[in-house]
């Protein structure tokens, strides 16, 4: 069903449009209009992404919007697409796939590209139906304003809206439509689609897009011998790099990281069988289809790598040599561990770098696996008793102390020349108290499922300042019940 004209809203919503992405020749997507769903209501919005984007705060309230973030109507200057990009999944070339349920309305004036996910088909469908369940959308839109409120890169959620329209999965659901905004949606899977296809026109021009664009200072690099594609491929490396060091730190476990889910970016993009940790397990595996644990925890950052290569790869001619492109990857395996570092570093308080600072997280890390601590909460007690709280909090998360007894000696004595009080104030801003663990995500969906969504509202208010107490909410703080570990999350969304 085509959007009719009259459905076109009117009244200001405060955005004006600039669509750069729609203004690339037609090889790059498909004009289209969104799918209406019948009587929809809000499920979530987020007043601090509405504001990024210069939403007009009264019009965000109001019954048009409501309309426009379905995909029942549009703003004028919205030029509706859907894109085409290709990618390996799974570690196996997939071939085309596309915005099969992403429809971007367009771009404003202000950069941010505005997409709706789950607003029905498009012709990169494939064999599904162009929709999402209300399930994968209230995940998908806490998360991404979770990560944005623990400052790592991502693409934003405005709004989740839902419709009584039925939806098949394994169970019969109902829709919902996710509005995500981000500075650009491109993936390494479009860079990767024109390359397969031996469209080397297009591939040059998607890359001089997003390097004038996002990556302006690869025109004047002096390295690789001024190679403008060598340095973008080296930046996007970098990006990456320093995103998997933020995953890593906080616990996130991505869950899908095919190529066609790597944002050009470095953002966080497509929240689906995403967790954070909850007990300490490198060999973590959060999506149930992932049998072989292709993505676990301690996979992503050479996953990434991989990813990367792929990138390369799809790069390569317009970077003309071989060794070129791949001294261009090389600083990813410098970055990674130097920014990780840094991040435990700020984990554990310390302001200065010191020798053995590596070993000292190691350490750690080896007394934190052998009982699966709770990653959350021993970073949280750790900061709490640097501020002041008996030691006897964080030993009372193991079973036998020894081991994190003979740690904690050795973390203050390498504290013992940094100011507590500075140390403090870091790891309270450096350690969550909040993160969106599995079953609080289950419960607040549980309850929209009844058409409760105040769950949905206030974890989003907790999620949006992670590292403040919040006082009153502490059982959102806690360990996770029993039966959360027996959430299956997989691809099904
Ligand atoms: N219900 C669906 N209808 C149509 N296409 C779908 C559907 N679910 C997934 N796809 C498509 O399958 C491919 C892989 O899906 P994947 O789960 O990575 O992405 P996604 O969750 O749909 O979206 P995104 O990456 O945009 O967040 C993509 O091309 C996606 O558009
Ligand atoms: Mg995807």
Redesign the pocket.
């Given at each position: 069903m085509n959007i009719p004209l009259n459905a076109m809203v009117a009244e200001d919503s405060g955005l004006r449009w600039r669509n750069e992405f729609a203004a690339l020749p037609p090889k790059f997507f498909t004009r289209l209009q969104p799918t209406p769903l019948p009587d929809p209501y809000w499920v979530g919005r987020s007043n601090a992404a509405a504001q990024q984007l210069g939403l007009d705060a009264g019009w965000f309230a109001s019954a048009d919007a409501l309309e426009v973030f379905t995909g029942n109507a549009l703003l004028p200057g919205m030029e509706p697409l859907a894109s085409v990009y290709s990618g390996h999944q799974f570690g196996v070339w997939a071939g085309q796939?596309?915005?099969?349920?992403?429809i971007m309305l367009g771009q404003t004036e202000g950069g941010f590209e505005v997409q709706l996910?789950g607003a029905g088909l498009t012709p990169?469908?494939?064999m599904?139906?162009?929709?999402?369940v209300l399930r994968s959308s209230i995940r998908e839109f806490l998360c991404s304003e979770a990560m944005h409120g623990l400052g790592i890169p991502t693409t934003r959620a405005l709004c989740v809206t839902g419709s009584d329209a039925r939806v098949r999965r394994e169970e019969i659901e109902t829709a919902a439509v996710v509005t995500r905004t981000a500075p650009s949606f491109i993936r390494f899977g479009h860079f990767e689609h024109f390359w397969a296809n031996d469209k080397l026109d297009e591939l040059r021009t998607l890359a001089d897009f997003v390097i004038d664009r996002f990556y302006p200072e690869c025109r004047l690099t002096k390295r690789f011998g001024g190679n403008a594609y060598a340095a973008f491929l080296e930046a996007v490396s970098e990006r990456t790099a320093a995103l998997l060091a933020q995953w890593q730190a906080v616990g996130f476990c991505h869950g899908?990281m095919?190529t066609?889910?790597m944002s050009i970016l470095g953002l966080t993009?497509?929240y689906?069988p995403f967790q954070f940790l909850d007990g300490f397990n490198p060999r973590h595996i959060c999506n149930h289809s992932d049998s072989g644990g292709r993505y676990a925890y301690n996979q992503q950052p050479n996953v990434a790598y991989w990813n990367l290569y792929c990138l390369a790869q799809a790069l390569l001619p317009l970077i003309g040599e071989k060794e070129v492109a791949i001294a261009a990857l090389q600083s990813y395996q410098t970055v990674f561990p130097d920014a990780f570092l840094a991040r435990m570093r700020a984990k554990l308080g310390l302001t200065d770098a010191q020798d053995g600072d590596i070993q000292l997280v190691e350490a750690l890390l080896s007394v934190l696996r052998q009982e699966q601590t709770d990653w959350t909460i021993f970073w949280r007690r750790l900061s709490q008793h640097m501020a002041g709280a008996d030691a006897q909090t964080v030993r009372d998360l193991f079973v036998d102390a020894t081991g994190i007894d003979a740690w904690l000696l050795s973390f203050g004595q390498r504290h013992a020349s940094v100011p507590r009080e500075a140390a403090a104030a870091l790891m309270l801003r450096s350690n969550p108290k909040f993160v969106l663990r599995n079953h609080l995500g289950q419960q607040a969906i549980e309850a929209a499922q009844r058409k409760d969504y105040s769950g949905v509202s206030t974890l989003l208010n907790l999620l949006e300042t992670p590292f403040d107490e919040h006082a009153g909410h502490d059982d959102y703080a806690g360990f996770p019940p029993d039966w959360a570990s027996s959430i299956e999350i997989s691809?099904s969304?």
């Open positions: 796939l596309g915005d099969g349920r992403a996910k990169y469908s494939r599904a139906d162009g929709r999402a899908v095919n066609d889910n993009i497509d689906g691809c969304s």
